[in-house]
């Protein structure tokens, strides 16, 4: 369990000391002639100061306006990039979060020395900026705020800032304060900028179809001269940036005497068109270096797929208590080194969408009576489906592993650097799940969902988000107050008895497939032309049912199924119903 994971060997890594970057690269074919160049950053909307809250956004934005030409024209970098067939847009090239900023180019391979000067120049130039500039581009920044607050994006701010009170992260979302953003002057921007943009903070990262020669000598001619080597701030950072408050949310995941607490928030939104709700746990994220750390990964990998294949069968059921449901994990924030390695703060997830927005309790209670059963039992063959679904997922992964896109291995290289995430040729990382997969038993499934959702010392937020009060259509109640529902929901969690609803209605094969009761009818063909010289198979069987084979020689080795019922998903499990 304690052995190191294989270090992946098709990247190389490097740097130089003097100059304090960290340099990924990899040749990659897919998309042909094409590589990607990344930028990633150790530094976000965390590190801002009260008086630059949303100026690391705004620094992003900024990047863009580099001047390369001796006369200091603007735009020219980007003008250049254009050129040469690289898009430019709202999210394309870059993103700002808590811990981190990332800039990324899609160039041609006959453009990638150059594009990699212009990239070091719109990064490096990034505060070189005048009053002009911010003015112009504060504006967009604005836009871009107002564009972003819809009902949804409204009801994750308000469930973020009540779920994360207390810690900085709440007082930090990257968009920032918009009176800061207004009245943000040049100077502010270039302290931020020389406090956390130093070499020691920074990755470049180049994959695709780079020439074989790129060293570290090519990437740092190109990079070093922007960034200075300034005193290595300590990364990750101090816990005392994130939490403050140590009863937070979140903190108390590393408390030696951790306590339970349940909070419960409702928003209501005239604008809203829909209604969810869901139950955030805090969990310890520790991120998989050992043989032992990517074992427990995966145990939670199969539990999310037991727990999800359930929810997807009662939401299937002639009388579902929800329109769907599932578990997950959000990205871990608030890293900290620790004795055995980097950990962090994970959120595990369990949201549930009603079948109408009357009955959001219900349904959220609905789901958490799965999670509950799951966490005290696991069957067998909930193991073996999950098993053979991975397992699947793992032989697709090998066998695609050529066509695996620059983009996604520059994401795992930025996560090397930024999450401290494992870093595994395909190899060795499908070998090893395989095999490990094979030990995976029924207890640890079960000790996984207690993790996600414990039974003891749960700390949790449990959240909806519905319309506001006004119109509804006859057919629906009429809306409980949200001080009511908030109430109810205050006690979703305590509902452990009865297990799931409709939970434990069978699908029975043979009766599905035979047919109705009283009639016999033989299975029929008929073979039906179709366009481009195809032809088509129709089976007509005794229950009602059609099947259609139609074979073709596109892909020589794939089989692709799809089926579908008149009446919805809601009456497969039960077609006598309704």
């Known amino acids: 369990d304690d052995a190191p994971l294989p270090r992946g060997t098709k990247t190389q890594t490097g740097g130089r000391p003097e100059s304090g970057l960290t340099y990924y690269w990899r040749k990659n074919d897919e998309p042909r002639d094409r590589g990607e160049l990344v930028i990633a950053v150790r530094a976000g909307s965390i590190d801002e100061t009260d008086d630059e809250r949303g100026l690391a956004h705004v620094l992003e934005h900024l990047a863009f306006r580099a001047r390369t030409d001796a006369d200091g024209t603007r735009w020219s970098a980007l003008r250049e990039l254009e050129a040469h067939g690289v898009s430019f847009g709202a999210h394309q090239n870059a993103y700002t979060s808590f811990e981190e900023t990332v800039f990324f ?49 409204r ?23 918009l009176e800061v953003v207004r009245t943000a002057r040049p100077e502010t921007i270039r302290n ?59 903190a108390a995941v590393f408390a030696e005497a951790p306590r339970r607490r349940v909070r419960a928030s409702v928003f209501e939104d005239a604008e809203a068109t829909s209604a969810f709700a869901a139950v955030s746990v805090a969990k310890r994220y520790e991120a998989a270096t050992t043989v032992g750390g990517f074992r427990r990964w995966l145990v939670g990998d199969v539990a999310q797929n037991v727990v999800n294949r ?43 969408v009603p079948l109408a927005h009357d009955r959001v309790a219900q349904a959220l209670r609905s789901a958490w009576r799965v999670v509950v059963e799951k966490r005290d039992r696991v069957a067998e063959d909930g193991l073996r489906m999950a098993r053979r679904e991975i397992l699947g997922d793992l032989q697709k992964q090998w066998k695609e592993r050529d066509q695996t896109e620059s983009s996604s291995l ?109 009639e016999r009818a033989p299975v029929t063909s008929r073979r039906l032309p179709l366009p481009n010289g195809l032809e088509a198979l129709e089976r007509s069987l005794g229950n009602g049912g ?32 309704g």
């Open 105 to 153: 180019l899609h160039v041609p391979a006959d453009f990638f020395g150059r594009a990699l000067e212009l990239l070091a120049a719109l990064v490096g130039e990034a505060a070189h900026v005048d009053a002009s500039d911010v003015d112009a581009e504060r504006k967009i920044v604005l836009e871009e705020w107002r564009q972003g607050k819809d009902w949804a994006q």
């Open 310 to 352: 359930q929810l997807a069968k009662l939401a299937m059921a002639s009388a579902p208590p929800f329109s769907s449901a599932s578990v997950g994990a959000q990205p871990p924030v608030a890293l900290r080194r620790a004795a055995d390695g980097i950990q962090g703060v994970t959120v595990s997830m369990l949201s549930a």
């Open 192 to 250: 931020f900028y020389e406090r956390h943009y130093t070499s020691d903070a920074l990755a470049v990262i180049v994959v695709g179809a780079v020439p074989d020669a790129v060293q570290v000598d090519q990437l740092d001619r190109a990079f070093a001269p922007y960034f200075r080597k300034g005193a290595a701030r300590p990364w990750p950072r101090a816990p005392a940036a994130f939490f403050p408050d140590p009863s937070s949310f979140g």
């Open 546 to 577: 059609t099947v259609t084979f139609v074979r073709t020689d596109f892909k020589d080795d794939e089989v692709v199924l799809f089926g579908c019922a008149a009446g919805g998903l809601s009456r497969l499990c039960g077609r006598g119903a």
């Open 155 to 177: 009801s994750t701010e308000a469930h973020f800032r009540h779920t994360f009170a207390g810690t900085t992260l709440a007082a930090r979302l990257p968009i920032g304060d």
């Open 410 to 518: 520059a994401d795992e290289a930025r996560d090397h650097f930024l999450l401290a995430a494992p870093y595994v040729d395909d190899r060795d990382e499908v070998a090893l799940a395989a095999a490990l997969l094979q030990t995976v038993t029924v207890e640890d499934v079960r000790e996984a969902i207690a993790a996600m959702f414990p039974a003891e010392n749960l700390d949790a937020v449990v959240a909806a988000t519905r319309p506001a009060p006004g119109f509804r259509w006859p057919w629906q109640a009429p809306a409980v107050p949200a001080a009511a529902l908030e109430a109810e929901l205050q006690t979703v969690l305590d509902d452990a008895a009865g297990g799931a609803v409709a939970a434990t209605e069978a699908f029975d094969a043979d009766a599905f497939f035979a047919p109705p009761a009283g």
